[in-house]
T-cell receptor, first 114, second 114 residues
Framework: DVKVTQSSRYLVKRTGEKVFLECVQD?????MFWYRQDPGLGLRLIYF???????EKGDIPEGYSVSREKKERFSLILESASTNQTSMYLC?????????????FGNGTRLTVT | KQEVTQIPAALSVPEGENLVLNCSFT??????LQWFRQDPGKGLTSLLL?????REQTSGRLNASLDKSSGRSTLYIAASQPGDSATYLC?????????????FGTGTRLQVTL
């Protein structure tokens, strides 16, 4: 079974702090994604990566950056955390075949910015 | 831009009932349609993926259909059980570079009562 592991289930950070969210997958997947999930808004794509060192902006990239130095690891960085970034963050991965490869999610990181 | 809608937002049914969850999308140029399950406070679990060339997929008591011409997908759950209680999300996959970029609905929260 595919396993996507997010390093923290809960995080509390202060406004202005730099925050790192880590995600590791064990299935050699090419594609990795970061979503945030908010009540009433659903899941929104922040960034995705289709290869090492490759990244593309999703729908809401402002205030975020990402890093993918190794195939199995995809990090989301909040450069200067703000209260409106309080959310559930979900990492996901999928294989190279976009037609047939389902998305596999981690258990999420609930981030609170105070 | 793809928009995905799920109605109703919440549904309660007695155990044993067969039920249908609905998903509609605006852009028929999708690569695939995926259904997920999300338990409270957890990540999403992939249930079924229907390729754009397919009309349905089955897994156990679950059957998902896809009608691109009408912009609709349905998830049929047979003989519902309390363990089926969760939020069910659908997502349409569209091409973006080499990765499949999913647009999610906001989900239907299902409660199966004893």
């Amino acid at each position: 079974d595919v396993k996507v592991t997010q390093s923290s289930r809960y995080l509390v950070k202060r406004t202005g702090e730099k925050v790192f969210l880590e995600c590791v997958q064990d299935m050699d997947h090419e594609n990795m994604f970061w979503y945030r999930q908010d009540p009433g808004l659903g899941l929104r794509l922040i960034y995705f990566s289709y290869d090492v060192k490759m990244k593309e902006k999703g729908d809401i990239p402002e205030g975020y950056s990402v890093s993918r130095e190794k195939k199995e690891r995809f990090s989301l960085i909040l450069e200067s955390a703000s209260t409106n970034q309080t959310s559930m963050y979900l990492c996901a991965s999928s294989g190279w075949d976009s037609y047939n490869s389902p998305l596999h999610f981690g258990n999420g990181t609930r981030l609170t910015v105070t | 831009k793809q928009e995905v809608t799920q109605i109703p937002a919440a549904l309660s049914v007695p155990e044993g009932e067969n039920l249908v969850l609905n998903c509609s999308f605006t852009d028929s140029a999708i690569y695939n349609l995926q259904w997920f399950r999300q338990d409270p406070g957890k990540g999403l679990t992939s249930l079924l993926l229907i390729q754009s060339s397919q009309r349905e997929q089955t897994s156990g008591r679950l059957n998902a259909s896809l009608d691109k011409s009408s912009g609709r997908s349905t998830l049929y759950i047979a003989a519902s059980q309390p363990g089926d209680s969760a939020t069910y999300l659908c997502a349409g996959g569209g091409p973006t570079g080499t990765a499949s970029k999913l647009t999610f609905g906001t989900g239907t929260r299902l409660q199966v009562t004893l």
